[in-house]
Each structure stands twice: as C-alpha cells, then as structure tokens.
C-alpha cells in the first residue's frame, strides 16, 4: 500500500514540476510559426495556459478514479484517457513556453481539488466513476471548440494542437459511454461547469 501510494505521489510531482512527454508527434510540429501582434499572443498564451491548466486537472482527477475504480475494465479505461492526457500536457506546455508565457501559479491548487474530485468519482462505483469521466470529456470537447473560435485566425499551431485535443477528448467520452458510464443529474453537471468557469477565468491570467 505504501509503495502504491508513493508512485501516485510521484505522479503528481511529475505532472506539476516534471517535463511531460509525448509519445505521438507534437499536432503542430510540421507547422510554421506565424506572425502574432502582442495582444494576439497574449490571448493565445491566456487561453494555451487555460488548456494546460486542464491537463493537469485531468491528470488529477483520472489518477483519483483509477486508485478507487472497483473492476480492472474501469481502471484500464482511465489510465489510458490518462496517458493521452500526459500528451496534451507536453503539447501545451511546450506551446506556452514558444508565446513567450509560463504555466497558472494556481495548478497545484487545481490538481488538489480535482483529485478529491476524482478519488470521490471512484468510491460511488464505477458507472458514477465512468459517468464523471465522460461529462467531463464533453465539457472539455466544446469548451476545446470554443477556443478554436477565440484563437487568432492565424495561429495555426496553437488550433493544431487544440483540434487534435478535442478530438482526443471526445474519444474519451465515447469510451466512457460504451463502457457503461450512468447519466449526471443536471445539478452535478451545472457545478462541474461553475468550477470550470472560476478555474479557466484564473488561470487564463495567473
């Protein structure tokens, strides 16, 4: 028990302060740096910052529903939505790093919260764990098409990227569902969009 706990702590340090890595090619790596004015950056840095700030959180919130997942199909089905998730990180950051930008001050505070989140997911079963994963992965999906509208036109590595993350995250919702994910009442839906609101909000600035 000790030794699972260390790892899961190690983890954690390595998706806060550790160099992520991506075992599929960067989505924008054959792409060419376009020309940004400043405010043009800054919205791209602000909303790349917002979507890595999102990585850690799933992060977070997949390691915590596969410690309390109850059947290996479930727990399988997380940590791999994790795996990629460990991709968009080493994308997003490294994108952050080229705008000139650093990632939010507050991402230890997301990832606490979030794994509370995620480890509560798990104790209610695993149709609730699975249920958590995909409304989460739908969320993300429209809040990722919302940035695509908000990018500069002309930033094509940072829509690369997000694309390819949509995608990706709307894979994960499908997985989720096929799986036997059980249906969130709107409540739980509509405080999981609130808690998003205040972190995207933060963490686009700081």
Excluded at 56 to 70: D, E, I, K, P
Excluded at 85 to 90: D, K, P, V
Excluded at 125 to 151: M, P, Y
Aim: aromatic share 4%; proline share 5%.
């Amino acid at each position: 028990m000790l030794d699972k706990l260390i790892v899961e702590f190690d983890k954690g340090l390595r998706t806060l302060f550790g160099p992520a890595q991506s075992l599929r090619p960067h989505p924008d790596a054959t792409l060419h740096e376009t020309k940004l004015n400043e405010q043009e950056k800054q919205h791209s840095r602000g909303l790349m910052r917002v979507n890595h700030c999102g990585e850690v959180c799933a992060q977070a919130l997949y390691q915590g529903q596969a410690l309390t997942a109850r059947t290996p199909t479930a727990r399988i089905a997380l940590q791999q939505a994790a795996q990629e998730e460990i991709e968009h990180l080493a994308w997003t950051a490294q994108r952050i790093r080229e705008l000139g930008g650093r990632p939010s001050l507050f991402n230890p505070l997301w990832y606490s919260g979030a794994l509370t989140i995620g480890i509560t997911a798990g104790i209610l079963g695993d149709k609730w764990n699975l249920g958590f994963l995909e409304e989460t992965e739908r969320q993300v999906g429209a809040h990722l098409d919302s940035h695509l509208q908000q990018l500069p036109p002309q930033d094509d590595k940072s829509r690369a990227i997000v694309s390819q993350m949509r995608d990706d995250e709307l894979k994960h919702a499908d997985m989720a569902h096929e799986l036997g994910a059980t249906h969130l009442p709107l409540p739980i839906k509509i405080a999981m969009k609130l808690s998003a609101k205040l972190m995207t909000g933060v963490s686009y600035h700081l």
